[in-house]
C-alpha cells in the first residue's frame, strides 16, 4: 500500500482509529500498520488483552482449546510460544497477548486508560470524532469498534450494594492484587460461567460458602492436562490442520456436529456416544453432538436427562442436585460452562446453596444480605452476575452517525447490521465481532473480521475512496438471513445474553443479537461481497 497514492489526512489526526486492545484491537492495528495506515487505538485499561486483562477472578481459563485459539497468522508467534495447559488459565493468556504486543511492538499506538465517552460522525468533513472521559478528543476518518461481545458487567438490581462494608468484586472488574479467600465467609451471587469457574475455586480455602443461584446452568466436564515437554512438538506441528478444522467446522471450534441424529441410533449407541462425549476434553458433549439435539425437543431432552443423571450421581445430596438440574431449558441451549469438580463442590460441609428463586436476595446489607427468610453475615461478596452482553458494550459509548442518529436510536428493537460488520447510517463504522457475526471460537471470528475489514480499507484507498456506508437494502438482507439461520434453533427460544437478554441491564425482551448460522457460511458471504467489488456497500 506504500506505493500507492498518499492518504489525505486534512484535518484529521489518524486514519483510523480502534476503541480497545484486546485480541481483535490487536491484530487490527497490526493489519493496518501493515497497509501504512496512521493509526491509534483508545484502551480503557493500563494493558493489553481486553476480556483477559479485565477478567482476572480465580479459575477463569479458556474453554476453547489453547492451540485453536491462538493468533494463526504469524508462524513465528506459533513456533515459540508453548502452552503449558490444554486450556489455559487467565494469567497464561494475559502473557501470551503481552508477548504478541511486545513482538509486534503495538504499544507505541496503543493509548492506554483512555476510556471512549463519545463517537460522532461529521457529515460535512466524513470524519469520526472520538471523545474519552477526559474531554481530549481526536479525529479520523475511520473508526473500528474492538469492545468485545461480553466487556460491560451488570451487577444485579438489589437495594443496598453500597452499603456493605466488608470486601466485594464483580468477576469481570476483578483487581489486580491478590485476593485471600482464606478463613472468610463468602458469597456468589450467581451461577453462569464465571461463577462456575470462581466457586471451584474459592470453595478450596473459604472457611464458608454460600451460593445463591437464580438460574441454574448445564455443565460439562473440561478435562483439562498439562502439555508435556513431549507433546508440544507434535502440537506444533499439527499447527496448520488444527486451523484448517477450524476452517471447517460449523462454529470453528475443533469439534463439529455428529452427522447422525440422536433419535435414529439404538439406546445403547446414543448412551455409548454421551459417555464419550461426557468423558473427553472440552466442548464436544455441545459442539460434537449428535445434529438433532439443538433443533429437535425429544432428543434435546434425552440429552438433558442424560446429563441430569450426572449432576444427580455427582452430588450426594439428592435435593442440593435437584437444584442444580434445569428446568427452564435444555441441555446446550445456553453457552454451556465446563467445569472441574464443581458439582463435587456442593458435597462440601464448608459449601451451601442458596435457590434465590424460591427465597430471593431481598437487599445487601453491612454486614451480609438478607433474603425472603434468612440473614447471612459475610466477609465478602463476588458478584458473578455476567455482562450486558453485544450490544451492552456499544450501549456505553455515545455513538452517534450520520445526521446525529444514535445508535441506541438505530438499534431500537434490536440490532441491525450488515455482516455483523456495518450498520446503515453510520459511515466509516467497522464492528469487530459485533452483533450478527460469527462468534463460536472467538479468535478465529476474529482474525476473520480483521482482515475483511483490512481488505476493504485496502481497496478504497487503492480507489481514492474515503466513505464506506452500508446500504438500507443490503442491512435488510442480513438481518434476513441471520433470522432465518436461527428460526429453528431452541437456543433462540430461551432468555440468555445470546439472545440480548438481561435483567440486570433492564433488557427483558429477546432480540435477533447474534447470527446463528455456520462459520463457512458466513465467511463465504462475505467473500462473495469482496470478490464482488464491495457492490453491497455505498463507497464513495
Request: proline fraction near 5%; charged fraction near 25%.
Given at each position: 500500500?506504500?506505493?500507492?497514492?498518499?492518504?489525505?489526512?486534512?484535518?484529521?489526526?489518524?486514519?483510523?482509529?480502534?476503541?480497545?486492545?484486546?485480541?481483535?484491537?490487536?491484530?487490527?492495528?497490526?493489519?493496518?500498520?501493515?497497509?501504512?495506515?496512521?493509526?491509534?487505538?483508545?484502551?480503557?485499561?493500563?494493558?493489553?488483552?481486553?476480556?483477559?486483562?479485565?477478567?482476572?477472578?480465580?479459575?477463569?481459563?479458556?474453554?476453547?482449546?489453547?492451540?485453536?485459539?491462538a493468533y494463526s497468522f504469524d508462524?513465528?508467534?506459533?513456533?515459540?510460544?508453548?502452552?503449558?495447559?490444554?486450556?489455559?488459565?487467565?494469567?497464561?493468556?494475559?502473557?501470551?497477548?503481552?508477548?504478541?504486543?511486545?513482538?509486534?511492538?503495538?504499544?507505541?499506538?496503543?493509548?492506554?486508560?483512555?476510556?471512549?465517552?463519545?463517537?460522532?460522525?461529521?457529515?460535512?468533513?466524513?470524519?469520526?470524532?472520538?471523545?474519552?472521559?477526559?474531554?481530549?478528543?481526536?479525529?479520523?476518518?475511520?473508526?473500528?469498534?474492538?469492545?468485545?461481545?461480553?466487556?460491560?458487567?451488570?451487577?444485579?438490581?438489589?437495594?443496598?450494594?453500597?452499603?456493605?462494608?466488608?470486601?466485594?468484586?464483580?468477576?469481570?472488574?476483578w483487581p489486580k492484587d491478590p485476593?485471600?479467600?482464606?478463613?472468610?465467609?463468602?458469597?456468589?451471587?450467581?451461577?453462569?460461567?464465571?461463577?462456575?469457574?470462581?466457586?471451584?475455586?474459592?470453595?478450596?480455602?473459604?472457611?464458608?460458602?454460600?451460593?445463591?443461584?437464580?438460574?441454574?446452568?448445564?455443565?460439562?466436564?473440561?478435562?483439562?492436562?498439562?502439555?508435556?515437554?513431549?507433546?508440544?512438538?507434535?502440537?506444533?506441528?499439527?499447527?496448520?490442520?488444527?486451523?484448517?478444522?477450524?476452517?471447517?467446522?460449523?462454529?470453528?471450534?475443533?469439534?463439529?456436529?455428529?452427522?447422525?441424529?440422536?433419535?435414529?441410533?439404538?439406546?445403547?449407541?446414543?448412551?455409548?456416544?454421551?459417555?464419550?462425549?461426557?468423558?473427553?476434553?472440552?466442548?464436544?458433549?455441545?459442539?460434537?453432538?449428535?445434529?438433532?439435539?439443538?433443533?429437535?425437543?425429544?432428543?434435546?431432552?434425552?440429552?438433558?436427562?442424560?446429563?441430569?443423571?450426572?449432576?444427580?450421581?455427582?452430588?450426594?445430596?439428592?435435593?442440593?442436585?435437584?437444584?442444580?438440574?434445569?428446568?427452564?431449558?435444555?441441555?446446550?441451549?445456553?453457552?454451556?460452562?465446563?467445569?472441574?469438580?464443581?458439582?463435587?463442590?456442593?458435597?462440601?460441609?464448608?459449601?451451601?446453596?442458596?435457590?434465590?428463586?424460591?427465597?430471593?436476595?431481598?437487599?445487601?446489607?453491612?454486614?451480609?444480605?438478607?433474603?425472603?427468610?434468612?440473614?447471612?453475615?459475610?466477609?465478602?461478596?463476588?458478584?458473578?452476575?455476567?455482562?450486558?452482553?453485544?450490544?451492552?458494550?456499544?450501549?456505553?459509548?455515545?455513538?452517534?452517525?450520520?445526521?446525529?442518529?444514535?445508535?441506541?436510536?438505530?438499534?431500537?428493537?434490536g440490532p441491525k447490521t450488515f455482516?455483523?460488520?456495518?450498520?446503515?447510517?453510520?459511515?466509516?463504522?467497522?464492528?469487530?465481532?459485533?452483533?450478527?457475526?460469527?462468534?463460536?471460537?472467538?479468535?478465529?471470528?476474529?482474525?476473520?473480521?480483521?482482515?475483511?475489514?483490512?481488505?476493504?480499507?485496502?481497496?478504497?484507498?487503492?480507489?481514492?475512496?474515503?466513505?464506506?456506508?452500508?446500504?438500507?437494502?443490503?442491512?435488510?438482507?442480513?438481518?434476513?438471513?441471520?433470522?432465518?439461520?436461527?428460526?429453528?434453533?431452541?437456543?433462540?427460544?430461551?432468555?440468555?445474553?445470546?439472545?440480548?437478554?438481561?435483567?440486570?441491564?433492564?433488557?427483558?425482551?429477546?432480540?435477533?443479537?447474534?447470527?446463528?448460522?455456520?462459520?463457512?457460511?458466513?465467511?463465504?458471504?462475505?467473500?462473495?461481497?469482496?470478490?464482488?467489488?464491495?457492490?453491497?456497500?455505498?463507497?464513495?
Open positions: 500500500m506504500n506505493e500507492k497514492a498518499p492518504l489525505d489526512r486534512s484535518g484529521l489526526d489518524y486514519d483510523v482509529i480502534i476503541i480497545g486492545a484486546g485480541i481483535s484491537g490487536m491484530y487490527q492495528l497490526h493489519k493496518l500498520r501493515g497497509l501504512g495506515m496512521k493509526v491509534l487505538v483508545l484502551e480503557a485499561g493500563t494493558g493489553v488483552g481486553g476480556t483477559w486483562y479485565w477478567n482476572r477472578y480465580p479459575g477463569a481459563r479458556f474453554d476453547s482449546e489453547s492451540y485453536s485459539y508462524q513465528e508467534l506459533l513456533d515459540e510460544w508453548d502452552w503449558s495447559e490444554h486450556f489455559a488459565a487467565q494469567p497464561e493468556t494475559l502473557r501470551y497477548l503481552n508477548h504478541v504486543a511486545d513482538k509486534l511492538d503495538l504499544r507505541r499506538d496503543i493509548r492506554f486508560s483512555s476510556r471512549v465517552a463519545a463517537a460522532h460522525f461529521d457529515d460535512a468533513g466524513q470524519a469520526w470524532t472520538i471523545t474519552l472521559e477526559s474531554g481530549e478528543a481526536y479525529r479520523s476518518r475511520f473508526m473500528v469498534t474492538a469492545i468485545g461481545p461480553l466487556s460491560s458487567p451488570t451487577l444485579p438490581r438489589i437495594p443496598g450494594i453500597e452499603e456493605f462494608k466488608g470486601e466485594s468484586f464483580h468477576t469481570g472488574l485476593v485471600s479467600f482464606e478463613g472468610k465467609r463468602v458469597a456468589v451471587v450467581g451461577t453462569g460461567a464465571t461463577g462456575v469457574q470462581t466457586i471451584q475455586e474459592v470453595a478450596k480455602t473459604a472457611k464458608t460458602l454460600t451460593v445463591f443461584q437464580r438460574r441454574p446452568n448445564w455443565c460439562a466436564p473440561l478435562h483439562n492436562a498439562k502439555i508435556t515437554p513431549e507433546e508440544q512438538p507434535a502440537l506444533k506441528a499439527r499447527y496448520p490442520e488444527i486451523f484448517q478444522r477450524c476452517r471447517e467446522t460449523f462454529a470453528c471450534f475443533l469439534h463439529t456436529p455428529d452427522p447422525r441424529n440422536a433419535l435414529e441410533v439404538s439406546d445403547a449407541e446414543r448412551t455409548a456416544f454421551w459417555e464419550m462425549r461426557y468423558n473427553e476434553p472440552g466442548f464436544g458433549i455441545w459442539q460434537g453432538n449428535f445434529r438433532d439435539v439443538m433443533i429437535d425437543r425429544t432428543a434435546n431432552r434425552m440429552l438433558s436427562d442424560f446429563v441430569a443423571g450426572k449432576i444427580r450421581e455427582r452430588v450426594t445430596d439428592p435435593e442440593t442436585a435437584e437444584k442444580l438440574i434445569p428446568t427452564d431449558h435444555g441441555f446446550g441451549t445456553r453457552r454451556v460452562p465446563l467445569e472441574t469438580k464443581y458439582y463435587e463442590v456442593y458435597n462440601q460441609p464448608n459449601v451451601r446453596l442458596v435457590d434465590a428463586i424460591s427465597t430471593p436476595i431481598e437487599r445487601i446489607t453491612p454486614d451480609g444480605l438478607e433474603t425472603s427468610d434468612e440473614t447471612f453475615g459475610f466477609d465478602m461478596i463476588i458478584y458473578a452476575t455476567g455482562f450486558d452482553a453485544i450490544t451492552g458494550s456499544f450501549d456505553r459509548i455515545d455513538i452517534r452517525g450520520a445526521e446525529g442518529q444514535t445508535l441506541k436510536e438505530r438499534w431500537a428493537g455482516l455483523g460488520m456495518m450498520v446503515e447510517g453510520f459511515p466509516n463504522m467497522f464492528m469487530l465481532v459485533g452483533p450478527h457475526t460469527a462468534l463460536g471460537n472467538i479468535p478465529r471470528s476474529i482474525e476473520y473480521n480483521v482482515e475483511w475489514v483490512a481488505g476493504l480499507l485496502d481497496h478504497m484507498h487503492g480507489r481514492d475512496l474515503t466513505c464506506a456506508a452500508a446500504t438500507a437494502e443490503a442491512v435488510t438482507d442480513w438481518t434476513e438471513t441471520v433470522r432465518r439461520a436461527g428460526a429453528d434453533l431452541l437456543s433462540n427460544e430461551v432468555d440468555s445474553w445470546m439472545t440480548g437478554v438481561n435483567r440486570n441491564a433492564g433488557k427483558t425482551e429477546r432480540v435477533l443479537a447474534r447470527y446463528s448460522g455456520s462459520a463457512v457460511a458466513f465467511r463465504e458471504r462475505c467473500d462473495a461481497v469482496a470478490a464482488d467489488g464491495y457492490r453491497e456497500i455505498r463507497l464513495a
